[in-house]
């Protein structure tokens, strides 16, 4: 399974009042997106930031009141490496606090720029070089806007960003909107939130998503906005596929809906004959309830998922997460024994843990199994928030569709066409780790640099 970079959320309220309650509650419906570590960031006069490393219910045990007009959040995933609590977000700084959601490939070249300026790092996360920078503009006299402009010219990847800078809240987007930050309001309230679940648990009426190369600055309640560099989108389709809650909205998009549509053309491009239509839980539902209609072959939940264990992409290690799906998921025997089962899931990154999934469907006493996936190969590295860094870890790269079956142990596989993927979900997406084609000449050389030598990115970025 994969990894994402984070969930966040900024809340801005005419009047002072509990705004930690409000963070917390908002947190908690973002934890999907990262389950290692937390933060909450608010103004008072000054930044006053709690982060720790674990769940929102665990590190913010104790009940706090804060009252403040402001304040910004952030979850965080489980890193490859260790994580210390100088990596956890918010990042503040004097003046200013970030948490950002994505990740920056350039983080070693910004970071080498900042310590010439005389900036020392205190950990490794990414969101610490774009804190510095937005520093580094204001102390020079600049304006928040100014500091915001040479981010999108010179950072490279994918970062929706939420910030407190001298008092004021700050919202801004990579010029690519690769990675997703919607926004709502209500009576004079805003809240800024990678899902739009995070708006509906609130209270707060969607209105919309922050535009590519977009800032937003709220003072005083007043709201200010400003395209600062256009670029044609290209957003993350892991958020269609697999990461978001089915009942967010990402760029106008429901996610529920995408992905059921990606279950019928997953359906219309990979018949199979068989008996039962069964997701693999909880993300692939909407699509394998897609498959089913389309179809006619009838949808059962015959795949118990624990909810008490995490889920496997959280754990840091792939031999954790291998080891794992036999605790999180059980089979109900009597509705697969004898029966030829569509296994319909998301995505298939290294095949070890849909390896284990289908010898668990086949010991339940399956007759067939035929493996459908709603996103196409994945055959390149990310480097825009997924965790997929490299090229040799990617099953789909070192084997072909058949010899994919055959280590699975599936009587066929059917992955969804890329045009099937770009016509069901109908907004411009990223399709870089299904094609290899990458947003900017720099990401271009990055990515033969890594085919060179067969590893990831390097460098402050490495322990996410």
């Avoid at 009838?298 to 997460?321: D, S």
């Avoid at 190969?377 to 055959?406: Q, W």
Wanted: proline share 4%.
């Amino acid at each position: 399974m994969l990894t994402e970079e984070c969930g966040i959320i900024a809340i801005s309220v005419p009047e002072k009042k509990d705004i930690f309650a409000l963070l917390y509650q908002g947190l908690l419906s973002i934890q999907h997106r990262g389950q290692d570590a937390c933060g909450i960031a608010f103004y008072d006069g000054k930044i006053r930031a709690v982060t720790g490393m674990g769940l929102v219910g665990e590190v913010f045990r104790k009940k706090n009141v804060v009252e403040s007009k402001i304040g910004i959040g952030h979850t965080r995933y489980p890193t490859t490496g260790k994580c210390s609590k100088a990596d956890v977000q918010p990042t503040v700084y004097e003046n200013v606090a970030v948490a950002h959601n994505g990740h920056i490939a350039n983080c070693e070249e910004l970071r080498k720029r900042l310590e010439e300026r005389g900036y020392s790092f205190r950990g490794n996360v990414d969101s610490e070089p774009l804190c510095y920078i937005i520093h580094d503009f204001i102390k020079l006299g600049k304006s928040v806007n100014e500091a915001v402009e040479w981010i999108f010219k010179n950072v490279e990847g994918a970062y929706s960003v939420v910030a407190i800078i001298d008092g004021k809240l700050v919202v801004f987007r990579d010029p690519f909107a690769v990675r997703p930050l919607i926004y709502g309001t209500k009576k004079g309230a805003y809240i800024f939130a990678s899902e739009s679940a995070t708006l509906d648990i609130l209270g707060v009426e969607y209105a919309g998503d922050v535009g590519g190369g977009e800032i937003v600055i709220i003072e005083n309640g007043s709201i200010k906005k400003e395209r600062i560099i256009e670029k044609k989108p290209k957003h993350c389709m892991f958020e269609y596929v697999y990461f978001s809650r089915p009942d967010s909205k990402i760029d106008g998009k429901l996610v529920y809906s995408a992905r059921y549509g990606l279950g019928v053309e997953l359906a219309k491009e990979h018949p199979a004959e068989a008996d039962l239509v069964v997701p693999v839980p909880d993300s692939s539902r909407p699509a394998a309830r897609g498959f089913s209609d389309y179809s006619g072959i009838p949808y059962e939940e015959a795949l118990i998922k624990n909810r008490y264990i995490a889920r496997t992409f959280i754990m840091p290690t792939q031999e954790e997460r291998a080891g794992a799906v036999k605790a999180k998921l059980n089979p109900i025997k009597d509705l697969i024994r004898g029966k030829r089962i569509i296994l319909v899931d998301d995505s298939i990154v290294r095949g070890t843990t849909m390896r284990e999934i289908a010898k668990i469907v086949r010991a339940a006493g399956a007759e067939e199994i035929h493996l459908r996936i709603t996103c196409p190969p994945l055959k390149a590295p990310c480097f825009y928030g997924v965790d997929m860094s490299t090229y040799r870890e990617l099953i789909a790269n070192r084997m072909s569709i058949k010899e994919i079956k055959e280590f699975l142990g599936v009587e066929s596989l059917g992955y969804l066409s890329i045009e099937g993927l770009e016509k069901v979900l109908g907004v411009p997406v990223c399709t870089s780790c299904l094609d290899g084609e990458y947003n900017t000449e720099y990401m271009k050389k990055l990515a033969e640099k890594v085919k060179k030598e067969d590893g990831g990115p390097r460098g402050c970025c490495k322990s996410k």
